[in-house]
Protein backbone atom coordinates (compact mmCIF):
# COMPACT_ATOMS: atom_id res chain seq x y z
CA UNK A 1 0.00 0.00 0.00
CA UNK A 2 1.35 3.58 -0.75
CA UNK A 3 2.82 5.57 2.13
CA UNK A 4 -0.26 8.48 3.24
CA UNK A 5 1.03 11.81 2.85
CA UNK A 6 0.26 14.70 4.99
CA UNK A 7 -2.53 17.13 3.67
CA UNK A 8 -0.77 20.50 4.45
CA UNK A 9 1.61 21.36 2.08
CA UNK A 10 5.42 22.32 3.03
CA UNK A 11 5.39 25.85 0.96
CA UNK A 12 1.76 27.11 0.37
CA UNK A 13 1.45 28.67 -3.33
CA UNK A 14 0.98 32.41 -2.62
CA UNK A 15 -2.45 33.82 -3.77
CA UNK A 16 -1.01 34.93 -6.98
CA UNK A 17 -0.12 31.80 -8.15
CA UNK A 18 -3.54 30.33 -7.12
CA UNK A 19 -5.58 32.92 -9.28
CA UNK A 20 -3.38 32.45 -12.47
CA UNK A 21 -3.86 28.90 -12.30
CA UNK A 22 -7.56 29.32 -11.30
CA UNK A 23 -7.96 31.24 -14.48
CA UNK A 24 -6.82 28.87 -15.96
CA UNK A 25 -9.32 26.35 -15.62
CA UNK A 26 -12.34 28.31 -14.27
CA UNK A 27 -14.43 30.71 -16.33
CA UNK A 28 -13.93 34.35 -15.93
CA UNK A 29 -17.10 35.29 -13.79
CA UNK A 30 -16.57 32.16 -11.79
CA UNK A 31 -13.19 33.39 -10.90
CA UNK A 32 -13.03 35.23 -7.12
CA UNK A 33 -11.14 38.01 -6.17
CA UNK A 34 -9.73 36.64 -3.15
CA UNK A 35 -8.77 33.03 -2.59
CA UNK A 36 -7.85 31.51 1.13
CA UNK A 37 -5.33 28.01 1.46
CA UNK A 38 -7.97 26.35 4.30
CA UNK A 39 -6.34 23.74 6.78
CA UNK A 40 -7.74 20.28 5.83
CA UNK A 41 -8.57 19.21 9.22
CA UNK A 42 -12.31 20.33 9.71
CA UNK A 43 -14.10 20.23 6.61
CA UNK A 44 -16.91 22.33 8.19
CA UNK A 45 -14.23 25.30 7.73
CA UNK A 46 -14.14 24.39 4.40
CA UNK A 47 -15.90 25.99 1.57
CA UNK A 48 -16.98 27.57 -1.77
CA UNK A 49 -14.06 28.97 -3.48
CA UNK A 50 -11.11 27.88 -0.41
CA UNK A 51 -8.39 26.22 -1.68
CA UNK A 52 -7.02 22.97 0.00
CA UNK A 53 -3.50 21.29 -0.79
CA UNK A 54 -2.88 18.18 -0.26
CA UNK A 55 0.13 16.17 -0.76
CA UNK A 56 1.71 19.05 -2.75
CA UNK A 57 -1.59 19.30 -4.97
CA UNK A 58 -3.25 22.46 -4.65
CA UNK A 59 -7.71 21.57 -4.81
CA UNK A 60 -10.12 24.21 -5.97
CA UNK A 61 -13.01 23.90 -3.92
CA UNK A 62 -16.45 23.74 -5.44
CA UNK A 63 -19.95 22.98 -3.70
CA UNK A 64 -20.71 19.89 -1.05
CA UNK A 65 -22.22 16.70 -2.75
CA UNK A 66 -25.58 15.85 -1.79
CA UNK A 67 -27.24 12.45 -0.78
CA UNK A 68 -28.77 10.18 -3.43
CA UNK A 69 -30.65 8.28 -0.38
CA UNK A 70 -34.44 8.12 -0.72
CA UNK A 71 -35.84 10.71 1.68
CA UNK A 72 -33.38 12.83 1.56
CA UNK A 73 -31.64 13.45 -1.50
CA UNK A 74 -31.29 17.11 -0.97
CA UNK A 75 -29.24 17.06 2.39
CA UNK A 76 -25.92 18.07 1.73
CA UNK A 77 -22.84 15.81 2.58
CA UNK A 78 -20.36 18.58 4.00
CA UNK A 79 -17.46 16.02 4.42
CA UNK A 80 -17.68 14.92 0.59
CA UNK A 81 -16.97 18.01 -1.74
CA UNK A 82 -16.44 18.69 -5.56
CA UNK A 83 -12.79 19.98 -6.12
CA UNK A 84 -10.89 20.70 -9.13
CA UNK A 85 -7.07 19.78 -9.49
CA UNK A 86 -5.30 22.80 -10.30
CA UNK A 87 -2.13 21.16 -11.97
CA UNK A 88 -4.47 19.15 -14.13
CA UNK A 89 -7.62 21.22 -14.46
CA UNK A 90 -9.73 17.44 -13.62
CA UNK A 91 -12.97 17.53 -11.15
CA UNK A 92 -12.06 15.28 -8.02
CA UNK A 93 -14.49 14.20 -4.94
CA UNK A 94 -12.81 15.00 -1.57
CA UNK A 95 -13.81 12.78 1.14
CA UNK A 96 -13.19 13.89 4.41
CA UNK A 97 -13.49 11.87 7.65
CA UNK A 98 -16.81 11.86 9.28
CA UNK A 99 -17.97 9.09 11.86
CA UNK A 100 -21.69 7.62 11.39
CA UNK A 101 -23.28 4.84 13.34
CA UNK A 102 -26.61 2.60 12.80
CA UNK A 103 -28.60 -0.24 13.21
CA UNK A 104 -29.89 -1.94 9.97
CA UNK A 105 -32.22 -4.87 10.37
CA UNK A 106 -32.94 -7.19 8.03
CA UNK A 107 -35.89 -9.97 9.01
CA UNK A 108 -33.80 -11.69 12.35
CA UNK A 109 -30.43 -10.38 11.14
CA UNK A 110 -29.22 -6.85 12.56
CA UNK A 111 -26.44 -5.38 10.95
CA UNK A 112 -24.23 -2.84 13.23
CA UNK A 113 -23.26 -0.09 10.44
CA UNK A 114 -20.52 1.86 10.86
CA UNK A 115 -18.46 4.61 8.16
CA UNK A 116 -14.53 3.27 8.38
CA UNK A 117 -12.47 5.42 6.16
CA UNK A 118 -9.16 2.70 6.68
CA UNK A 119 -11.86 0.19 4.91
CA UNK A 120 -12.43 2.67 1.64
CA UNK A 121 -8.43 3.48 1.73
CA UNK A 122 -8.08 -0.26 1.93
CA UNK A 123 -10.45 -1.24 -0.99
CA UNK A 124 -8.95 1.79 -3.34
CA UNK A 125 -5.95 0.34 -3.19
CA UNK A 126 -7.64 -3.16 -3.73
CA UNK A 127 -9.20 -2.26 -6.73
CA UNK A 128 -6.97 0.16 -8.54
CA UNK A 129 -7.38 0.34 -12.36
CA UNK A 130 -10.01 -1.95 -11.90
CA UNK A 131 -12.59 -0.57 -14.20
CA UNK A 132 -15.78 -1.63 -12.71
CA UNK A 133 -14.78 0.51 -9.37
CA UNK A 134 -14.39 3.94 -8.66
CA UNK A 135 -10.73 5.12 -8.39
CA UNK A 136 -8.44 7.25 -5.84
CA UNK A 137 -6.07 7.64 -3.73
CA UNK A 138 -5.94 8.28 0.37
CA UNK A 139 -3.71 10.91 2.00
CA UNK A 140 -3.78 12.50 5.93
CA UNK A 141 -4.93 15.79 6.24
CA UNK A 142 -3.35 17.70 8.77
CA UNK A 143 -4.87 16.18 11.87
CA UNK A 144 -3.55 13.06 10.65
CA UNK A 145 -7.02 11.48 9.60
CA UNK A 146 -7.56 9.69 6.23
CA UNK A 147 -9.04 12.12 3.48
CA UNK A 148 -9.99 9.92 0.53
CA UNK A 149 -9.09 12.10 -3.66
CA UNK A 150 -11.24 10.01 -5.47
CA UNK A 151 -11.82 10.21 -9.46
CA UNK A 152 -15.16 12.07 -10.73
CA UNK A 153 -17.21 10.00 -12.46
CA UNK A 154 -19.36 11.80 -15.21
CA UNK A 155 -22.78 9.72 -15.63
CA UNK A 156 -25.99 8.64 -14.77
CA UNK A 157 -26.83 5.96 -12.24
CA UNK A 158 -28.35 2.85 -12.53
CA UNK A 159 -31.78 3.62 -11.55
CA UNK A 160 -31.93 6.87 -13.32
CA UNK A 161 -31.09 5.17 -16.17
CA UNK A 162 -33.72 1.92 -15.56
CA UNK A 163 -36.30 4.63 -15.05
CA UNK A 164 -36.20 5.98 -18.51
CA UNK A 165 -35.77 2.79 -20.80
CA UNK A 166 -38.73 1.82 -22.46
CA UNK A 167 -42.86 3.46 -23.25
CA UNK A 168 -44.14 1.20 -20.08
CA UNK A 169 -43.25 -1.53 -18.39
CA UNK A 170 -43.92 -4.11 -21.00
CA UNK A 171 -41.54 -2.38 -23.57
CA UNK A 172 -38.97 -1.98 -21.58
CA UNK A 173 -39.13 -6.01 -20.22
CA UNK A 174 -38.81 -7.10 -24.13
CA UNK A 175 -36.56 -4.82 -25.56
CA UNK A 176 -34.18 -3.60 -22.88
CA UNK A 177 -34.53 -5.48 -19.44
CA UNK A 178 -32.47 -8.68 -21.34
CA UNK A 179 -29.65 -6.68 -21.78
CA UNK A 180 -29.80 -4.49 -18.55
CA UNK A 181 -29.88 -8.08 -16.98
CA UNK A 182 -26.72 -8.90 -18.29
CA UNK A 183 -24.81 -5.65 -17.48
CA UNK A 184 -26.16 -5.92 -13.94
CA UNK A 185 -24.37 -9.59 -13.61
CA UNK A 186 -21.20 -7.74 -14.56
CA UNK A 187 -22.08 -5.31 -11.54
CA UNK A 188 -22.68 -8.12 -9.36
CA UNK A 189 -19.37 -10.21 -10.61
CA UNK A 190 -17.80 -7.32 -9.31
CA UNK A 191 -19.25 -7.60 -5.97
CA UNK A 192 -18.21 -11.08 -5.77
CA UNK A 193 -14.43 -9.38 -6.41
CA UNK A 194 -14.85 -8.09 -3.17
CA UNK A 195 -16.15 -10.77 -1.39
CA UNK A 196 -13.44 -12.99 -2.33
CA UNK A 197 -10.94 -10.76 -1.16
CA UNK A 198 -12.57 -10.65 2.09
CA UNK A 199 -14.19 -7.21 1.92
CA UNK A 200 -17.50 -5.83 1.68
CA UNK A 201 -19.41 -3.34 -0.16
CA UNK A 202 -21.36 -2.23 2.95
CA UNK A 203 -24.06 0.27 1.34
CA UNK A 204 -25.33 -0.97 -2.19
CA UNK A 205 -28.03 1.05 -3.37
CA UNK A 206 -28.92 1.97 -7.03
CA UNK A 207 -27.55 5.51 -6.47
CA UNK A 208 -23.84 3.82 -5.86
CA UNK A 209 -23.79 2.49 -9.41
CA UNK A 210 -23.02 5.42 -12.55
CA UNK A 211 -22.55 4.53 -15.73
CA UNK A 212 -19.48 5.92 -16.59
CA UNK A 213 -20.42 8.26 -19.57
CA UNK A 214 -16.91 8.06 -20.83
CA UNK A 215 -16.70 4.60 -20.95
CA UNK A 216 -20.25 3.13 -20.94
CA UNK A 217 -19.23 0.79 -18.02
CA UNK A 218 -21.15 0.84 -14.58
CA UNK A 219 -19.06 1.44 -11.80
CA UNK A 220 -19.49 1.28 -8.32
CA UNK A 221 -18.84 3.86 -5.79
CA UNK A 222 -18.59 4.81 -2.10
CA UNK A 223 -16.55 2.27 -0.10
CA UNK A 224 -16.51 3.51 3.40
CA UNK A 225 -19.48 1.91 5.14
CA UNK A 226 -18.82 -1.00 6.76
CA UNK A 227 -20.82 -3.43 9.25
CA UNK A 228 -20.45 -6.22 12.32
CA UNK A 229 -21.90 -9.56 10.94
CA UNK A 230 -22.66 -12.97 12.93
CA UNK A 231 -23.17 -15.81 10.81
CA UNK A 232 -24.05 -13.53 7.35
CA UNK A 233 -20.87 -12.30 6.70
CA UNK A 234 -22.16 -11.03 3.10
CA UNK A 235 -25.81 -10.82 3.91
CA UNK A 236 -25.82 -6.96 3.79
CA UNK A 237 -24.44 -6.60 1.09
CA UNK A 238 -26.40 -9.09 -0.99
CA UNK A 239 -29.79 -8.07 0.25
CA UNK A 240 -28.79 -4.96 -1.16
CA UNK A 241 -28.33 -6.29 -4.40
CA UNK A 242 -31.64 -7.57 -4.09
CA UNK A 243 -33.33 -4.17 -3.76
CA UNK A 244 -31.24 -2.96 -6.57
CA UNK A 245 -32.66 -5.92 -8.65
CA UNK A 246 -36.05 -5.95 -7.70
CA UNK A 247 -35.80 -1.73 -9.14
CA UNK A 248 -34.81 -2.41 -12.04
CA UNK A 249 -36.96 -5.40 -12.99
CA UNK A 250 -40.14 -3.29 -11.78
CA UNK A 251 -38.56 -0.18 -13.73
CA UNK A 252 -39.22 1.52 -10.14
CA UNK A 253 -39.72 0.09 -6.99
CA UNK A 254 -43.95 -1.22 -7.15
CA UNK A 255 -45.34 -0.12 -3.63
CA UNK A 256 -48.41 -1.13 -1.99
CA UNK A 257 -49.69 2.49 -2.36
CA UNK A 258 -49.25 3.04 -5.67
CA UNK A 259 -51.01 -0.21 -6.54
CA UNK A 260 -54.15 0.32 -4.69
CA UNK A 261 -54.43 3.80 -6.84
CA UNK A 262 -53.82 2.60 -10.37
CA UNK A 263 -54.09 -1.59 -10.40
CA UNK A 264 -56.65 -2.48 -7.29
CA UNK A 265 -57.47 -5.93 -8.74
CA UNK A 266 -53.59 -6.79 -8.77
CA UNK A 267 -53.29 -5.03 -5.11
CA UNK A 268 -56.40 -8.03 -4.39
CA UNK A 269 -53.87 -10.48 -5.39
CA UNK A 270 -51.03 -9.68 -2.61
CA UNK A 271 -50.52 -11.33 0.69
CA UNK A 272 -48.11 -10.55 3.08
CA UNK A 273 -45.85 -13.02 1.60
CA UNK A 274 -45.26 -10.88 -1.27
CA UNK A 275 -43.54 -7.80 -0.07
CA UNK A 276 -40.06 -6.96 0.49
CA UNK A 277 -38.59 -8.57 4.05
CA UNK A 278 -37.73 -4.98 5.17
CA UNK A 279 -39.58 -2.03 2.93
CA UNK A 280 -42.72 -3.55 3.71
CA UNK A 281 -44.72 -1.83 1.28
CA UNK A 282 -42.33 -2.66 -1.60
CA UNK A 283 -43.76 -5.43 -3.60
CA UNK A 284 -40.86 -8.28 -4.56
CA UNK A 285 -43.63 -11.18 -6.01
CA UNK A 286 -43.46 -8.96 -9.46
CA UNK A 287 -44.86 -11.81 -11.54
CA UNK A 288 -48.53 -10.90 -10.01
CA UNK A 289 -48.64 -7.57 -11.50
CA UNK A 290 -46.32 -8.56 -14.92
CA UNK A 291 -47.30 -11.95 -15.76
CA UNK A 292 -44.93 -12.19 -18.39
CA UNK A 293 -41.89 -12.17 -15.66
CA UNK A 294 -40.56 -15.76 -16.21
CA UNK A 295 -40.74 -17.89 -12.96
CA UNK A 296 -37.05 -18.08 -12.51
CA UNK A 297 -36.39 -14.35 -12.62
CA UNK A 298 -39.22 -14.38 -9.87
CA UNK A 299 -37.82 -17.13 -7.67
CA UNK A 300 -34.68 -14.58 -7.48
CA UNK A 301 -37.21 -11.61 -6.27
CA UNK A 302 -39.00 -13.80 -4.22
CA UNK A 303 -35.03 -14.94 -1.88
CA UNK A 304 -35.57 -11.37 -0.46
CA UNK A 305 -39.65 -11.28 0.00
CA UNK A 306 -41.26 -11.68 3.62
CA UNK A 307 -41.96 -15.36 2.71
CA UNK A 308 -38.17 -16.67 1.87
CA UNK A 309 -37.58 -19.66 3.71
CA UNK A 310 -33.36 -19.13 3.21
CA UNK A 311 -31.61 -15.82 1.68
CA UNK A 312 -28.12 -16.25 -0.19
CA UNK A 313 -25.25 -16.46 1.64
CA UNK A 314 -22.85 -15.57 -0.77
CA UNK A 315 -22.64 -13.55 -4.86
CA UNK A 316 -21.67 -16.87 -6.42
CA UNK A 317 -25.18 -18.56 -5.29
CA UNK A 318 -26.89 -15.37 -6.90
CA UNK A 319 -25.53 -15.32 -9.72
CA UNK A 320 -25.87 -18.74 -10.28
CA UNK A 321 -29.54 -18.19 -10.20
CA UNK A 322 -29.44 -14.72 -12.40
CA UNK A 323 -27.66 -17.30 -14.81
CA UNK A 324 -30.60 -19.70 -15.45
CA UNK A 325 -33.21 -16.81 -15.29
CA UNK A 326 -30.96 -14.75 -17.84
CA UNK A 327 -31.53 -18.28 -20.15
CA UNK A 328 -35.16 -18.52 -18.97
CA UNK A 329 -35.23 -14.87 -20.48
CA UNK A 330 -35.96 -15.90 -24.29
CA UNK A 331 -39.27 -17.08 -23.58
CA UNK A 332 -40.80 -14.17 -22.75
CA UNK A 333 -41.74 -13.10 -25.99
CA UNK A 334 -43.42 -15.67 -26.55
CA UNK A 335 -45.67 -15.06 -22.74
CA UNK A 336 -46.41 -11.33 -23.71
CA UNK A 337 -50.16 -10.42 -25.37
CA UNK A 338 -50.22 -10.67 -28.96
CA UNK A 339 -51.38 -7.14 -28.60
CA UNK A 340 -48.02 -6.14 -26.90
CA UNK A 341 -46.35 -7.92 -29.62
CA UNK A 342 -47.94 -6.07 -32.32
CA UNK A 343 -47.84 -2.92 -30.48
CA UNK A 344 -44.32 -3.34 -30.23
CA UNK A 345 -43.79 -4.53 -33.59
CA UNK A 346 -45.18 -1.45 -34.89
CA UNK A 347 -43.56 0.84 -32.83
CA UNK A 348 -40.21 -0.84 -34.19
CA UNK A 349 -41.28 -0.28 -37.35
CA UNK A 350 -42.30 3.40 -36.99
Known amino acids: MQEKTQGIAQAPYSEKELLRMIRKWVPRERVPKRVRIKDTSDFFRVDYDDVVVLDGIPYFVRNNEREGRFGVEDEQKYWVKRARDLLTGKVKILKWVFKERFNARIGDLVFECVRSPQKEARILELVRGRPEFMQGRTVLDS???????????????????????????????????????????????????????????????????????????????????????????????????????????????????????????????????????????????????????????????????????????????????????????GAVRGLLPLAVNDDLKSSRKS
Open 143 to 329: AGNQLRILDFIRGKTLGQLALEMGRNHEDFFLNHYPALLEEFIGIVEAIRFLHEQGEKHGDIRRDHIIKDAETGRYRWIDFDFNYRHGESRFGYDLFGLGNVLLFITGRGDITTHRLLNENPAAFDRLTEDDVNIVFHNRVNNLKKIYPYIPEKLNRVLMHFAQSAPVYYEETKELLQDLGEAREEL
